[in-house]
């Protein structure tokens, strides 16, 4: 690029920037609004969140697909571009071995750590195990190269709701320095080795859900520094909040 060249895009960037920091303002405020007039009154129409994933919306898979069991693939710390990065990028739409069934918005209970949304999770699992008598089971696989033992012994339990969580996308926000593509990239390669792994192992006509807990936000100030961190999560912008929960089977 020529110097007017650069000076040009430096200018367009400087407005991009303004106008995401106006956007993510305007969401934080209408989000913390909602969610407060959410907890006034319960009867109010509301978003999805990753406590309707195992009743209100496995119901209504399980109803339309007559699949009396679901396989829950949590990806810790997927955002929604992320996810339209992978779905293009991975062997879930490049194998031809899945189909998507819908794609969902959910929004990430405040504030949008991993804790926050688990415990909310697995209460909704337990209380439909008490009130509707379905089994559920969780497995955490911490990293893109820990074992998937007991995710793939998970497989063979007889029970309806099978929630197996893989923390390597949360581990790369917190530990990544890059820039958002070469972790979008570097994420991509552990899909393929981890999660694909395990999805290989399920059978044919398998009812698939792959969703996530919270997103991630990029620290635009960031300057290379040694104890800085270039991503984190825990607030209220679009980016950490808007997540995406997928129906799929497996064909």
């Not at 293009?88 to 926050?116: C, D, G, K, M």
């Not at 497989?155 to 972790?183: A, M, P």
């Not at 607030?235 to 929960?245: H, Q, Y």
């Amino acid at each position: 690029l020529g110097l007017l060249d650069e000076i040009h895009f430096y200018r367009k960037k400087r407005t991009m920037d303004t106008l995401l920091k106006t956007w993510a303002k305007a969401f934080h405020e209408f989000y913390l609004r909602t969610m407060e007039n959410m907890e006034q009154d319960k009867r109010k129409k509301r978003p999805m969140h990753i406590n309707d994933v195992p009743n209100a919306l496995f119901q209504r898979f399980k109803k339309a697909s007559g699949k009396d069991t679901g396989y829950f693939i949590l990806l810790d710390g997927m955002r929604w571009d992320l996810w339209e990065y992978i779905k293009e990028n991975t062997f879930i739409t490049q194998s031809l071995n899945y189909r998507i069934l819908e794609e969902v918005p959910l929004w990430a209970l405040h504030p949008t750590t991993t804790e926050v949304q688990i415990r909310s999770l697995l209460d909704s699992a337990l209380q439909l195990d008490m009130v509707a008598d379905v089994e559920s089971s969780y497995t955490t696989i911490k990293g893109a190269e820990s074992s998937l033992t007991n995710a793939y012994q998970e497989i063979e339990l007889d029970n309806c709701i099978k929630i197996v969580k893989f923390g390597f996308i949360d581990n790369k926000v917190h530990q990544s320095k890059d820039d958002l593509v070469t972790l979008f990239r570097e994420i991509c390669v552990n899909m393929e080795v981890s999660v694909k792994s395990y999805m290989d192992r399920l059978p044919k006509g398998s009812l698939i859900f792959l969703f996530s807990d919270h997103g991630f936000l990029e620290n635009m100030q960031y300057k290379g520094h040694q104890d800085e961190s270039r991503y984190f999560h825990g607030g209220a912008s679009p980016w950490e909040v808007i997540v995406p929960f997928v129906a799929m089977l497996k064909i």
